[in-house]
């Protein structure tokens, strides 16, 4: 469905070498095969029923396929709308009080902090997503890749104080997003 969309532009900037380190922007079908996963983690995180989520994330990318070509940020634009359709969803269908055979066994047997995690993470790949490149860069060097200052600077042609600025910056910016979403700690 998603084959014929045309791959977008790199926007990657702000961090010299990020071209090397971040080729051309992927297509819809990669960015479906590579975030379908987390989309409709983050999804069930809301909605707590499995099918539901399905059809939003489903929505969310045959509505980002319309417009494919005016998204500058495809990730950060998924987690907004299925944020936003999982919020209408739910405005819409209140929670029913009888046995519902389209909630999934394993997902009903979820205690309430795991789901609670479980839209948290989710929060914090949308707001990760919602992050300009070189921002998303910093931190996937810092905390995936384990990364020490200076090794950073090498790989960025950033001051070591300057990284170390950054990532103080940036981790704020995302802790104040989180505190906004509700999620206040590590229990969220």
Avoid: C
Avoid at 102 to 126: H, K, N
Avoid at 127 to 138: I, K, S, Y
Avoid at 154 to 160: D, E, F, P
Wanted: glycine fraction near 8%; charge should be negative.
């Amino acid at each position: 469905m998603f084959e014929n969309a045309p791959v977008r532009p790199s926007a990657v900037s702000g961090i010299p070498g990020a071209e090397a380190m971040s080729p051309q922007a992927p297509s819809i079908a990669a960015l479906f095969e590579s975030e379908e996963s987390a989309l409709l983690h983050y999804a069930i995180g809301i909605v707590r029923r499995r099918i539901v989520a399905e059809e939003l994330v489903q929505e969310a990318f045959l509505r980002l396929h319309r417009i494919w070509g005016q998204v500058d940020n495809p990730r950060g634009w998924l987690y907004r709308s299925i944020r936003n359709l999982a919020l209408n969803h739910l405005r819409d269908n209140p929670p029913e009080a009888e046995l519902d055979e389209e909630r999934a066994p394993q997902e009903e047997s979820l205690p309430r902090d795991l789901l609670g995690r479980s839209e948290a993470i989710g929060t914090v790949r949308m707001l990760l997503a919602e992050m300009p490149e070189d921002d998303r860069t910093l931190i996937r060097l810092k905390y995936h890749d384990d990364l020490k200052y200076h090794e950073i600077s090498k790989r960025t042609g950033l001051s070591v104080g300057n990284v170390g600025f950054r990532l103080h910056h940036v981790m704020k910016a995302l802790l104040d997003g989180l505190q906004r979403a509700g999620i206040e700690g590590s229990e969220g």
